[in-house]
């Protein structure tokens, strides 16, 4: 069993930056890939951005491509997301995500088995 918990949403003017963190409990946080998603109103949810459980493997979606960077610290049981550049168009909640599957990160929502309660961010234009 995985809790996550994300912070660090907020109201940040367009080209600003954010930091999201989502910090995860028990033991073996360190064995799941984890994700974040976006979902805006009246949208599907969307894949963000992946890391494998070792940290060696990421997946970006090309809308946050050269923008967005995702870090762990397994030592912390804790996701980063780093966003810099901010759009209106990444105005969302943000939720994260733990997958039980090997390898590099999947982009699929079915197959995360736990999330988080997401974490809203909004930029202005």
């Known amino acids: 069993q995985v809790q996550l918990v994300e912070s660090g949403g907020g109201l940040v003017q367009a080209g600003g930056s954010l930091r999201l963190s989502c910090a995860g409990s028990?033991?073996?946080?360190?064995?799941?890939?984890m994700a974040w998603f976006r979902q805006a109103p009246g949208k599907e949810r969307e894949f963000v951005v992946g890391?494998?459980?070792?940290?060696?493997?990421?997946s970006y979606a090309d809308s946050v491509k050269g923008r967005f960077t995702i870090s762990r610290d397994n030592a912390k049981n804790t996701v980063y997301l780093q966003m810099n550049s901010l759009k209106p168009e990444d105005t969302a909640v943000y939720y994260c995500a733990a997958s039980p599957i090997a390898g590099p990160p999947t982009r699929r929502h079915h197959d995360y088995n736990y999330w988080g309660q997401g974490t809203q961010v909004t930029v202005s234009s």
């Open positions: 890391i494998s459980w070792s940290g060696g493997s990421t």
């Open positions: 028990g033991r073996t946080f360190s064995s799941y890939a």
